[in-house]
């Protein structure tokens, strides 16, 4: 997959992280209250292994898409 540089690009690739990770949290019932207890109560609740890395690699990708998407709008404002 291609590297999205631009906020709809990024937009797009945050709808497909986001539907493969609602998938993981209902099938594993990841129901954390607080966004501090995700990991604890994935890695407790998640019983396949690549399950487990699968889910960290979409909340890290999506949280890096969300920076990234933050520092276009910085700098499309500055223009």
Not at 9 to 28: P, V
Not at 41 to 67: H, M, P, T
């Amino acid at each position: 997959m291609t590297k999205p540089v631009t906020i709809p690009d990024i937009q797009k690739r945050l709808e497909i992280l986001s539907q493969e990770l609602i998938a993981l949290i209902q099938q594993y019932q990841l129901d954390a209250q607080d966004p501090l207890d995700v990991i604890p109560v994935a890695r407790e609740k998640v019983s396949q292994k690549e399950d487990y890395i699968r889910f960290l690699e979409l909340s890290l990708e999506g949280r890096l898409l969300g920076e990234a998407a933050q520092h276009l709008e910085a700098a499309n404002k500055e223009n």
